[in-house]
C-alpha cells in the first residue's frame, strides 16, 4: 500500500489480557515510530526504531509494553496483561530517513481494555 | 509535564477569513516544529514544518511563523475553507527522534 497501515483498527481486551498491535510502515521507510494518544490528548511518544535497531524507549510507560522491528520493516507493540489506563488509540509513523523529517501517520489502532 | 501546549482547545472561522492556531513550548533545545492535521479515525496528516534557523514558512495558504524568543508558534490559513475544518496539532523535537505533540486545536470553517 501506498500509506502506513495498522492493524488491528480496533481491539477490546479484557484487563490482564495480553495483546499484540500490528504496524507495517511505508515501504524503504527507515525510521519507525510508536505513540499513544489519550482520549483528548496529543499523541505522547513511545519508541523510536531506526531500521531494526530499537534507539529509543524511553517514552514506554512500563516494562509490560515491548516494541519490535525484528527485519526493519514491520513492527510489533505488544502489551502484557492490560490495564485499564492503557485505553488509548496507538498510532504508528514512518519517516523516510532517520533524524529530522515529516512523519507519515498510520491510521492508528483503537484499544479499549475492559 | 506538558512542554508543547496548545490553549484553545476549539476555534471558529468564517469561510475565507484567516485561521490563526496557536502553539507555546517550554523547552529552549526544540529546534524543529510541525504542524499536522487530523480528520476523525484517521492518523494526522503532515502540513508543513519549520526550522529554528527561520522564522517564517509558506506552503500554498498555510504560513508557519516561529517566535523564539517567545517560544511561540503560530499557524495561519488563509483563506479559510470548509475542508480545513479539523484537529491541529503542533510537534517540537529538540533531537529529530522524539516529537513533543500539543494537545490540539479543533478548527471548524463555517460555510
Known amino acids: 500500500g501506498a500509506g502506513v497501515s495498522q492493524s488491528p483498527r480496533y481491539k477490546v481486551a479484557k484487563r490482564g489480557q495480553d495483546v499484540a498491535l500490528r504496524c507495517d510502515p511505508i515501504?524503504?521507510?527507515?525510521?519507525l515510530f510508536w505513540y499513544q494518544q489519550a482520549l483528548g490528548q496529543g499523541p505522547e511518544f513511545l519508541t523510536y526504531f531506526q531500521n531494526e535497531a530499537q534507539l529509543d524507549k524511553s517514552g514506554l510507560p512500563s516494562d509490560r509494553f515491548f516494541a519490535e522491528r525484528p527485519e526493519g520493516s514491520v513492527s510489533t507493540l505488544k502489551i502484557q496483561r492490560t490495564q485499564q489506563e492503557d485505553s488509548a488509540v496507538y498510532l504508528c509513523?514512518?519517516?523516510?530517513?532517520?533524524?529530522?523529517?515529516?512523519?507519515?501517520f498510520g491510521p492508528g489502532t483503537r484499544l479499549t481494555v475492559t | 509535564d506538558q512542554q508543547v501546549k496548545q490553549n484553545s482547545p476549539s476555534l471558529s472561522v468564517q469561510e475565507g477569513r484567516i485561521s490563526i492556531l496557536n502553539c507555546d513550548y517550554t523547552n529552549s533545545m526544540f529546534d524543529y516544529f510541525l504542524w499536522y492535521k487530523k480528520y476523525p479515525a484517521e492518523g494526522p496528516t503532515f502540513l508543513i514544518s519549520i526550522s529554528s534557523i527561520k522564522d517564517k514558512n509558506e506552503d500554498g495558504r498555510f504560513t508557519v511563523f516561529l517566535n523564539k524568543s517567545a517560544k511561540h508558534l503560530s499557524l495561519h490559513i488563509v483563506p479559510s475553507q470548509p475542508g480545513d475544518s479539523a484537529v491541529y496539532f503542533c510537534a517540537a523535537s529538540d533531537t529529530g527522534n522524539q516529537f513533543y505533540f500539543g494537545t490540539g486545536t479543533s478548527l471548524t470553517v463555517i460555510p
Open positions: 515501504s524503504g521507510h527507515v525510521s
Open positions: 509513523a514512518s519517516s523516510l530517513l532517520g533524524g529530522i523529517g515529516e512523519q507519515y
